[in-house]
């Protein structure tokens, strides 16, 4: 039978931690904290007295966390006894952290702010609460949550976006602006009125959206005389618009004079205040207001310098909650694409067999979860990944590359990369809400990745992004799995050069089946399905269906002998598929594809001045009925230079693709063309 603890906020660490109740004379019971359960069992372990797995059956409660728990390779459980040829007899002895039958414990990064006063500003009354700790600058928080939900930091202009009026040096030549892409600005003039020489300017925070990237700077000054605003440090790409000559647009965060509708909260840094504005209906006397503590609410980590991982570890139905990373100043400078510099609320590096299965990472101000530095055979099952100020889940590899020490053991990872993860079945949405440049997930340079059954929803840049190569040198991402995962709501119109599913470089073996993906809007250009992007090659894309785009259902950059087949690109705004860059190989197979759309009948966008493609056995149908064109050319120009030589124009007659129905009738004429009909019934997770 396993070994069952537990642990409850009516316990006593001095306890056994074997009952899961209080005893009538309360001298025995349950442990307090979750520490205590973890000292349990590594004395068991010294003793050699954990023969069977252990359950750490945790009930119900806030456990507000001092410092991020922290699990290490003594923690692990132990794999099952061995006979003859290393054949397993017995299960292995997991070490099990779970919430205890039908209920809900919370671990807590954050602590509960108390202590609440009247006051008014702005002509409204509004709520104030002294943190002393923050007027000596030992805590500092970017979000706040009352009673459950994310509170609104106060933001300029209430709606929409202010537009940049001009750099020093001028708005560059929209032709000639790749030259000084990455070089950024401090100084920018602003259209007058647009900002102030606010209370505390220092603290106020400028957002500019530009590219596939915000920049988030604090002010130095602000000159109202000659509209110059001047900010702390030097942006990280051009403050400009898109490849246009047009100012970056951008909003500005944490502005005291802003504070005037309920449900908006401000910081005062300088004068250790909080001021929240309520909603109706909040009391000062039973409002439930949380502000982030810690940067991390759990980390799971192997050691180092033996090599020695964190093994055979398991945790289900806990929730994670209120945890912000704070970056310093050379962090903030960084800001690159997918927001990779940002770390999870929940880390896991150097960890071999470990399991998350019903859990919830809710309420964090950064990336939920977080897979690192050689971990393998990590499983994220079942979970709810939600209300992040970064991405959902980052699977990622080591930033130094730096081998172990020596000694470290036959198994170690030497490349610092995961591999053997699967991601299944999670909730993973409304993310960005202070990274807007972060993903729904995150594949950098890692192998055997497993990403299937989630819904991803609601971020500001791509759902999925995978590899983290440039060009066709040594990519490191093999054969990552992204299949059954429904897509929508990515972009939100916000960033540019994005896409429902994102990749980068050479990536043998990586396969995207069986994705539902839909409502990808960009701000400005590449708002993508699915985005093969710089170097991506060797990926197989397959009975996908992608509609409703801002650009189009399918672009690649530039890539080799990518296999695009037998998917539903429909309802793209701009085009229906492209390419960025003609090179002297084969840039893809688009083949057996259905292309429905409803415009001015634009099929290509992009570089089609070669072919060096192969197009053929592809449906077109343009329900405005006007005449396709394809890079300029008609259907028979195009087929003239070699292209959908067993191409046809015919409806496919989908049942109701205006509301995402895209079944086709039993007649349809996508037979012809060698499409085959695939099931999406369980796309999704499967709960």
Known sequence: MPLTLYVSPKGNDRWSGRRATPTKARDDGPFATIEAAQRAVRKLKRKGELSEPVRVLIRSGVYTLKKPLRFQPEDSGSPAPT??????????????????????????????????????????????????????????????????????????????????????????????????????????????????AWRNLEDVEFVALHYWIESRINFKSIDTETNTATLQWKSRMQLTDDFTKGGAPYYVENVFEALEEPGQWYLDRRAGKLYYLPLPGETIRTAEVYAPYLPHVLIIEGDPHSGQPVKHLAFEGLTFSHSEWTPDAESMKATPQAACHVPGAVVIRRAHDVRFEKCAITHVGSYGLEINDGSHDVTVQSCDIADLGGGGVKVWHSFTGEPPMPGAGPDWNHTLTCRRILISDNEIGDGGHRYHQAVGALIGKCTGVQLIHNHIHDFDYSGVSVGWTWGYDEGEAYGNIIEYNHIHHIGRGMLSDMGGIYTLGVQPGTRLRYNIIHDVQSRGYGGWGIYNDEGSSYILVENNLVYRTKSNGYNQHYGCNNIIRNNIFAYGDEAQFSRGRVEPHNSFFF???????????????????????????????????????????????????????????????????????????????????????FDLSTVGPRR
């Not at 943190?131 to 030992?138: A, C, F, I, M």
């Not at 459950?148 to 929409?160: N, S």
């Not at 149908?621 to 230079?641: C, D, I, M, T, Y």
């Not at 015919?650 to 109701?656: H, M």
Request: net charge neutral.
């Open 591 to 677: 083949t057996n594809n259905i292309l429905f759309f409803d415009n001015d009948g634009t099929v290509l966008g992009g570089n089609w001045s070669a072919l060096n493609a192969v197009i053929d056995h592809n449906l077109y149908w343009n329900v405005s009925a006007k005449p396709l064109h394809f890079a300029g050319a008609s259907f028979e120009q195009w087929q003239a230079r070699g292209a959908d030589q067993h191409s046809l124009i015919a409806d496919p007659a989908f049942r109701d693709p205006a509301n995402g129905d895209f079944t086709l009738s039993a007649d349809s004429p996508a037979a012809q063309i060698g499409f085959a009909p």
């Open 83 to 196: 006979a003859g040829w290393n054949i397993q007899s017995g299960p292995e002895r997991n070490v099990t952290y779970a919430a205890y039958p039908g209920e809900k414990p919370i671990f807590s990064g954050g602590r509960r702010i108390t202590g609440w006063k009247t006051t008014h500003v702005n002509g409204r009354e509004v709520w104030v609460a002294d943190l002393p700790e923050v007027k000596r600058g030992k805590w500092y928080f970017t979000q706040l949550w009352v009673n459950g939900r994310r509170a609104r930091r106060t933001r300029l202009p209430k709606q929409g976006l202010f537009q940049i009026a001009d750099l020093p040096s001028g708005i560059p030549d929209s032709g000639n602006i790749h030259v000084d892409l990455f070089v950024g600005q401090d100084t920018f003039r602003f259209q007058p009125g647009d900002l102030q």
